[in-house]
């Protein structure tokens, strides 16, 4: 670029920055391509802005709405990813990688609206059941709240995934109504400036939802306070500076950290070089060896195998390591790009020259490392490195030093306590991977190495044909680790929103939580009509709106039918000695067979609001109930959720869960469950011709 643009923070929903400052190069030829901004960021604006504007905005919606705007928002990302792939090179991204990283991260804002769609209630009080009786009499209970904390999320990323780093932890913390900051790491932070850029302009981010800091953080982390929270990816050594900043200790201001870790993968005793499973262990490892030129905080470091097995790992290892073609990414056939600066090469050549005392290096350098494409002299490219340790129990170095590129470490293992026990000498990981088709084996193993590692892969024949592999995490699952890998927890589904919100217990009368989580408690008033509750329209359903049913006597026709068209002919239904002599006493009646009758004592046949069923939820029978035994139901909407959508003719709908408590004559609970429906919303009245 001929004149290289200088690179803006929006601070205050603005974007700030005109004078040039620090001079950022491409990693592939080390051109000169942007600048950081001169100008200081007032963070007290920032601090104030976020509280004072974006709360508030983000507090008019409720979850359901929240994870609306993070659908619409990949969705607008997605359409315009290309022009983030265009940047994305400049970083020495490979496009599987830059894939990895852009789509990945729009992935990540998908699968949390997906997930905060199913999972959140309409309103931001999320219940976190079930209610507990805590007196005697009925009328005091307790159960947990979880509410949106007030404050704002301080996260500080790392140089190696711009985009994945910011959307893994903006999702969550957007649906828990928590505005971000996001601060990338300097040396690819404009391709971070490009995807906010991006969903600055989509008009999807209500005002203060999300502000970006180019360059340092200054005195932000000083400004904020116990509502706050701070996430951080990078190396263990910046995450235990930041961890004692006094601010945070003094406030208790909540801190993740996901830090770089010496993630091993452990090939089974059982496998030898004929089994698939070695050709899996070898593509596995020499993918994450290469994958983002290495630079992954879940890449394999330690390659743990068994010592028959050492020499026929290595010389394959070597063969397909030896054969990654790396270059300019955008030169065809290039599989392995380059490191993200030239600073990033220095640090992991010296890394690389610790290693290699007392070791050997089967792979390296000295092999032909020539790098394809024009210019590519001045890039950061670093070669493919195998090293062999032969001896893991003795030399400390291979799990204490990371060389954050591609680099691996080969040790061999006598046995499977051996291996495990080199597992853990890296202090905590974030993922491990143990190739093995014993299972006897990995039901012992995988307890020992989860202790030490925030996820376990096995891999084998039967799920490589589905698995996203070793370094790939998901955002269903937790992401993090113990020890050196940080001790925190990014992603996991609604587990992660529930990081960023505050819990709480609550105590009260039955209709007082009720009042407070928007769900029913068992206890609470109820409200009874002549209109039956599945006449209803979903905005005229009130949580508390209840039925009770009339009564049925079972009799032993009852059984006979019911055994007759489910098949279920067991003892217990049908055999009077088998049955005279269990616990019960007696024969009884099927369970499912109450499930049923309580069905028809509540169901309003005719066409109505109600369009399905579609689950159960909690499901319990209670006690039995024997042949003359009188039931009935209580049916009481306990939850609603809006979702915010429409059926093919543009009638709104919405999800009701319903309380079922069946009784029998003496008032005995004898089955307890929730119904999921889904409930038509009033048609809107049509226009006037």
Known sequence: MSNPPTLQSLIGGRWLGREAALPLHSAIDHALVYHTHAEAIDFGEAVAYARGTGVPALMALDFQQRAA??????????????????????????????????????GALFAYASM?????????????????????????????????????????????????GLLEKFAPAFLAAMPCIGKPAT??????????????????????????????TGDL????????????????????????????????????????????????????????????????VAREITGKAGQKCTAIRRIIVPRAQLDAVGARLRERLAGVVVGDPTHPGVRMGALASLAQRRDVGACVRMLAEGNETLLGERDGFAPLGEGVAGGAFFAPTLLLCRDGMRNAAVHEIEAFGP??????YADIDEALALAARGKGS????????????????????????????????????????????????????PGRAGGGEELGGIRAVKHFLQRAALQGSPSMLTAITGEYVRGAAVRESEVHPFRRHFEELRVGDSLLTHRRTV????????????????????????????????RIAHGYFVLSAAAGLFVSP?????????????????????????IRARLTCKRKVDRNRSDARGVGQGVVAWDVQVTNQDDVLVASYDILTLVAKRAAPAALG
């Open 407 to 412: 680099v691996g470490t080969l040790m061999p």
């Open 221 to 284: 982390l000083a400004r904020l306070d116990g509502a706050d929270a701070v996430t951080f990816t990078g190396s263990a050594e910046t995450a235990a500076k930041l961890r004692v900043t006094p601010n945070l200790i003094a406030r208790s201001v909540p801190f993740s950290a996901e830090a770089d870790s010496l993630n091993c993968a452990i090939l089974g005793p059982d496998i030898t070089p004929g089994d698939p499973e070695f050709e899996l262990f070898v593509k596995e």
């Open 430 to 481: 974030l993922v491990s991977t143990l190739v093995t088709r014993d299972t006897a084996l990995a039901a012992y193993a995988v307890p020992i190495v989860a202790a030490s590692h925030g996820r376990v892969l096995i891999l084998e024949r039967e799920a490589a044909h589905d698995s996203t592999g070793h370094g790939a995490p998901l955002p269903q699952l937790k992401h993090g680790g």
């Open 69 to 106: 705007r993070l659908k619409a928002l990949a969705l607008h990302l997605m359409e315009r990813k290309e022009e983030l792939y265009q940047v994305s090179y400049l970083t020495g991204a490979t496009r599987p990688d830059s894939w990895v990283d852009i789509e990945g991260g729009i």
């Open 116 to 164: 905060g769609g199913r999972e959140l209630p309409s309103g931001n009080v999320l219940h976190e059941g079930p209610a507990l009786t805590l007196g005697k009499h009925g009328g005091f209970a307790g159960t947990h709240i979880l509410v949106p904390r007030g404050g704002l999320a301080v996260h500080i990323n790392a140089f190696n995934f711009p985009v994945w």
């Open 187 to 216: 040396a690819t932070c404009y391709l971070t400036e490009a995807l906010v850029r991006l969903m600055d302009a989509s008009g999807l981010l209500p005002q203060g939802a999300l502000q970006l800091v180019i360059g340092a």
């Open 555 to 586: 009799g032993e026709a009852d059984i006979v039918a019911f055994g007759g068209i489910s098949g279920d002919y067991f003892y217990m239904h049908f055999d009077a000695i088998a049955a005279r002599d269990s616990q019960f006493g007696q």
């Open 606 to 630: 005719a066409p109505g609001p109600v369009l399905a069923n579609y689950g159960l939820d909690n499901l319990r029978f209670v006690a039995p109930v024997a042949i003359g035994d009188t």
